[in-house]
């Protein structure tokens, strides 16, 4: 039996990793426990707590690493280093940064009016690509929608999901307040589209992907086990049962890439690193305005500030979040919940940080 999950698909969350304490941590990843991390993972796997892969860089090198459970339960295929995932809403951070290039280019501003590339979007003429960036845009939430029943299984094109936004319109006025809304991702994702006059996933590959070696990083299509490439589950009476996927030309730009735990490191390491943008367009990234810069949110894990950001979609769940003041990254990608993947985190970093942490 394979799951519908097609009332949850769409969730996209951010981190609520604050931990409310006066611990000091001293170092992320200094002289950590690799044994209990490993016993830590030992006992999800163990108790069916969760399928995935996490990767640990510091320093710009990965420092720790491990995969478990099955990418292909039906065929008994393991989860590998290599292993690759749909990250969900990771996707805006790739996006984001891909927007900041073509300002950096001097192709785009910031002030941009929406209605220079899609007059007939409600507001269009006020909206701006940062309205967009920073999800304060006051466009309707299409993921919140409703589709026609198994609409979501098939392809969609881009003229059908402008129709689709402008039937749904707008619930705020632009820049009133900030409400997360995919539908600024997609429209996002069409204007690189039109900028660099390439495919989402050509500019994502020409402008990333090629450039930092990310061989398991891309826009996703159907799939595929073989290519390493993991299904996704949940889990009823012990058993692991595959969920069916949602077509990833409906999340263009908002959570349609597939990574690796090691891809995605690497990407947000030379994010950060200042190797694919201007160091002013990363410091407008980094601008939190109520909690939320351009793909990024900046979440806390003791005195440890972060910037990162995490997704979830058809059963996946993925949390990525930078450290700069330990130059730290950390990506969680799972393709079966049990264990929320924020308290897989906060287990994660309390090890790593050599705090006390009882297993679950």
Known sequence: MIKNYFKSIFTSFLFVLNVSCTTEIEELGEDFDCAKLDL????????????????????????????????????????NSASKYRIGSISKTFTATMIMQLVDEAKLSLDTKLDNYFPEIPNAEIITIEHLLR?????????????????????????????????????????DKYEYSNTNYVLLSFIIEDLDNKTYEQSLNDRIAVPLNLIDTYNGGVTNSENNEAFSYTLEN????????????????????????NGVNIFYQALFDGKLIS?????????????????????????????????SIDGYGSST????????????????????????????????????YDLP
């Open 40 to 79: 830590f993972f030992s006992k999800i796997e163990e108790k069916n707590l969760g399928m995935g892969s996490i990767s640990i860089f510091k320093d710009g090198k990965e420092d720790y690493q491990t995969s478990f459970g099955f990418i292909d339960v039906e065929n008994s295929i393991s989860a």
């Open 135 to 175: 999800h304060r845009s006051g466009l309707f939430n299409y993921t919140s929608g409703e589709f026609e029943l198994g609409r979501n299984f098939e392809s969609a094109s881009r003229s059908e999901l402008i129709d689709y936004f402008i039937d749904n319109g707008t619930i705020f006025e632009p820049n």
């Open 238 to 261: 012990d058993k692991w049962i595959p969920i069916l996927e949602t077509h990833y030309t409906i999340l263009q730009g908002t959570g349609s890439i597939v990574s690796s735990a």
């Open 279 to 311: 160091e002013d367009s990363l410091s407008l990234m980094k601008t939190m305005v109520d909690g939320y810069g351009f793909g990024l949110n900046s979440p806390a894990f003791y005195n440890k500030q972060g910037f990162g950001h995490a997704g």
């Open 321 to 356: 979040v930078y450290f700069p003041s330990d130059n730290v990254t950390i990506t969680y990608v799972s393709n079966g919940i049990v264990m929320v993947p924020n308290d897989i985190l906060i287990g994660i970093l309390s090890i790593y940080s050599g705090l006390d």
